[in-house]
């Protein structure tokens, strides 16, 4: 795990996530947007994320689209060219991520139940 410079991020998948192989594995990378309240408006930030390894065969099988995940890893720019100009972005090398909510079917509703004695209680 990197020092120093980590981000944690929690936000909603804004495409599914694709896989590419290089000589000796492979890396999946997915957008996440993050939205955010910039006055009078509320603001969405994109970021370009980056998963090697295991880790990213498990996010390429579980997420998809929409997918609410909490991540962490960290901020690398990168330049690239776009209409003659040097541009720098900062994408994010993911080294763990997790579900930040369960599928409605999976959630369960846990309510305490009032015993009998509660129930005769004069008060």
């Not at 909490?70 to 100009?85: A, I, N, T, V, W």
Request: proline residues 6%; hydrophobic residues 30%; aromatic residues 12%.
């Amino acid at each position: 795990m990197p020092s120093g410079n980590t981000i944690t991020i929690l936000g909603h998948l804004g495409r599914d996530p694709e896989r590419r192989e290089y000589d000796g594995g492979s890396v999946v990378s997915f957008s996440v947007a993050v939205s955010y309240y910039a006055k009078p408006e509320n603001k969405t930030a994109w970021f370009n994320v980056s998963v090697w390894g295991a880790v990213g065969d498990r996010a390429m099988q579980y997420l998809k689209k929409g997918s609410l995940v909490f991540l962490s890893g960290e901020l690398r720019p990168r330049e690239y060219e776009k209409d003659g100009k040097t541009r720098t972005s900062l994408d994010v090398n993911c080294y763990s991520w997790t579900f930040a909510s369960a599928k409605p079917e999976q959630q369960e509703k846990h309510e305490a139940q009032p015993t009998q004695e509660e129930d005769d209680l004069p008060f």
